[in-house]
């Protein structure tokens, strides 16, 4: 039997909780040596806290050059929210920094989630991978000393509540019907949350810890992230995703073919270009094709079913913005 091809494309990992992304990178080199592939470039398309769990995109090979592209990429995020207790890394892992008796009603927590919904200022957690004065955030911290972080400008796309049917909370529908009881009553006592559960469509660089302090905040109490899953990261989605021991059975013989996605899958939106030899050919050494009737933009060239460049088309002629070697 022939020796497994290098791979290249994309692995969907389902991170489960306490897994750092490196050590992922880690498991899947490790399956991959012993499964019998031959070494290639293993990398992840964006960080998710060992506390955090769920979707991680980990690309082989010639995927790794998308991995910047993954980064930019919006994500979706389904997290819990505590309240009474702030932590000083935001999450359940920190020190309690403070406390306070206070919980929302269920009806605001759903009322604040347009609030926060477009594009928002916040700052990110002083326990994180930003760099200040050329060191990691979360290594200042950890020594005790002062840090600042700029506030940054992200976008959330939408924020929505999972929570019970709060139509009982609100404006009653029977309000404005004639000749109905209306069971609302005003005076009922609200009904007030300990935790709630949201769903987060947001663009790169949010910090959900961050967004919990700041939805906690302005409910008027505290709150910190007890539960933290990414369920979507570009156009890769949970139900794409293998577990840690569907990745063990692929370095013990079970086929990659069957769980890897192909490098274009990281591709989302952007158009195939097919090629004819010559064409791939100077693609490959560098040199700029003329006379294509395609748009101007961006294309994903292709010699049949083997990838060749990511390639930029402006005015008819056709250059290189980043080749592959398959």
């Not at 309690?96 to 957690?125: K, M, S």
């Amino acid at each position: 039997m022939p020796d497994p091809a290098a791979p290249h494309g994309w692995l969907i990992l389902d991170k489960p909780r306490g897994l750092g992304s490196t050590q992922a990178v880690g498991a899947v080199k490790r399956n991959l040596r012993e499964g019998g592939y031959p070494k290639v470039k293993v990398g992840h398309g964006g960080t998710l806290d060992p506390l955090a769990e769920g979707v991680l995109p980990i690309a082989l090979g010639e995927a790794t050059k998308l991995s910047g592209r993954m980064l930019d990429s919006d994500k979706t995020y389904e997290f819990t929210i505590q309240f009474g207790e702030e932590t000083d890394t935001l999450d359940a892992e920190g020190e309690v920094v403070d406390r306070t008796d206070r919980r929302p009603p269920l009806a605001a927590v759903a009322g604040i989630c347009q609030h926060f919904t477009g594009a928002i200022e916040q700052v990110p957690p002083k326990y994180s991978a930003l760099k200040v004065d050329g060191k990691r955030a979360y290594d200042l911290a950890r020594r005790g000393e002062d840090v600042d972080l700029e506030t940054r400008r992200v976008t959330i796309h939408s924020l929505e509540f999972l929570g019970p049917d709060l139509s009982h909370q609100g404006v009653s529908a029977f309000d404005t019907t004639l000749g109905r009881p209306d069971p609302y009553d005003p005076q009922a006592p609200l009904e007030l949350a300990d935790s709630v559960t949201l769903v987060a469509h947001v663009s790169k660089g949010t910090y959900i810890r961050s967004l919990a302090r700041d939805i906690a905040h302005a409910l008027g109490t505290l709150g910190h992230v007890t539960y933290l899953r990414r369920t979507k990261a570009g156009p890769f989605s949970e139900d794409q995703a293998i577990s840690l021991d569907k990745l063990n059975e692929i370095g013990k013989g079970a086929p990659l073919q069957d769980h890897l996605l192909p490098l274009e899958a990281g591709l989302d939106g952007i158009p195939a270009l097919a090629l004819d030899p010559d064409s791939a050919q100077a693609a490959r050494q560098g040199r700029v094709v003329s006379g294509l009737p395609q748009p101007d933009g961006l294309y994903f060239a292709k010699l049949e079913d083997t990838p060749v460049a990511l390639v930029e088309i402006e005015g008819g002629d056709m250059k290189v913005a980043r080749g592959f070697n398959i």
